[in-house]
């Protein structure tokens, strides 16, 4: 069987069909979608046509195994998780009170401390509007694919150019952090 690009177009439709039917801790659907493709090439190195098996039949099994073992994957490797809305505030008398105002400000609606530490941190790093909007929509649950449509721009790129001031904002908060330069020693530990 010849592996080329028309094995994979011809093979397409199968991969979306099976993407729109499952959902993967961790992954975009553009991530699924590109390891199924990788089963497909597998496959068709795989595949014996001396054994009596379609093709069809041998990727279809080798496409359901590769979405079990992610599936398998992200769950070892998700911890678990507990709602918010689960907490229970009863044991709040005996926490310092720093965490309880912390629990007060996740529990209740009207706190915006979170929404402004959000648009300070956001300030710190120089995000526009657009890479902004990216992190907000990408918090949401929302697909690559649907931000690239609500933005009008790819999501790729902003995603890219929100990492690059993300990890630049991240260096500098760090540099001028008090513990970045020991003023009684001289030393500079900045490193």
């Given at each position: 069987m010849d592996i080329n690009d028309d094995l994979i177009r011809q093979w397409e439709p199968k991969v979306q069909k099976m993407v729109s039917n499952v959902y993967v801790v961790?992954?975009?659907?553009?991530?699924?979608?590109?390891?199924?493709r990788l089963a497909i090439v597998k496959a068709a190195k795989g595949f014996e046509e001396d054994r009596g098996v379609l093709f069809h039949t041998y990727l279809?099994?080798?496409?359901?195994?590769?979405?079990?073992?992610?599936?398998?994957?992200?769950?070892?490797?998700?911890?678990?998780t507990v709602s918010l809305d689960a907490v229970n505030l009863d044991f709040?008398?005996?926490?310092?009170?720093?965490?309880?105002?912390?629990?007060?400000?996740?529990t209740d609606p009207t706190d915006f401390t979170i929404d402004v530490e959000f648009k300070e941190f956001v300030d710190?790093?120089?995000?526009?509007?657009?890479?902004?909007?990216f992190i907000t929509l990408r918090l949401e649950g929302l697909t690559m694919e649907e931000i690239t449509e609500d933005l009008g721009e790819p999501a790729y790129k902003v995603r890219q150019a929100v990492r690059s001031k993300l990890f630049k904002g991240v260096l500098n908060?760090?540099?001028?952090?008090?513990?970045?330069?020991?003023?009684?020693?001289?030393?500079?530990?900045?490193?």
């Open positions: 961790g992954l975009d659907r553009d991530d699924v979608a590109q390891e199924l279809h099994t080798a496409m359901t195994n590769t979405i079990r073992t992610l599936i398998s994957k992200s769950q070892r490797l998700s911890p678990a709040t008398a005996s926490l310092p009170s720093q965490s309880t105002e912390v629990l007060k400000a996740l710190v790093c120089g995000l526009d509007d657009i890479e902004e909007a908060e760090t540099q001028n952090a008090p513990w970045g330069n020991d003023t009684e020693t001289g030393v500079d530990t900045k490193a």
